[in-house]
């Protein structure tokens, strides 16, 4: 059976950092993401990372700000998120894909339950 289990949101102000954290089980993935989902909109994607040469993949709203690590021994993933704006207030999902290089939401199989992350200003 395979989980997906994040830790790492909570309330920071603008400017600050938070770590989230997404420890897979049950199995392996070629590709391991991050998409967010504010009130009423659309999740979208954040960030990926494929295996085996760890390529990652940013979306152009948080390059530069976040970033995308993989511990392969762990089956776990990170994102830092650093320099956080109010914008970047939403629930974060963490993914896992056997399709490598995946950014779309349908390309991945499973989900996290999603952890908030709350930046005021």
């Known amino acids: 059976q395979v989980q997906l289990a994040e830790s790492g949101g909570g309330l920071v102000q603008a400017g600050g950092s938070l770590r989230l954290s997404c420890a897979a089980s049950?199995?392996?993935?070629?590709?391991m993401g991050w998409f967010r989902q504010a009130p009423g909109q659309e999740r979208e994607f954040v960030a990926a990372?494929?295996?085996?040469?760890?390529?990652?993949y940013v979306s152009d709203s948080v390059k530069g700000r976040f970033t995308i690590s993989r511990d392969n021994a762990k089956n776990t993933v990170y994102l830092q998120m650093n320099s956080l704006k109010p914008e970047d207030t939403a629930v974060y999902y963490c993914?896992?894909?056997?399709?490598?290089?995946?950014?779309?939401?349908?390309?991945?199989?499973?989900w996290g339950q999603g952890t908030q992350v709350t930046v005021s200003s």
């Open positions: 993914a896992a894909a056997q399709r490598w290089g995946a950014r779309s939401r349908d390309n991945y199989d499973y």
């Open positions: 049950g199995r392996t993935f070629n590709t």
């Open positions: 990372d494929s295996r085996p040469n760890s390529i990652t």
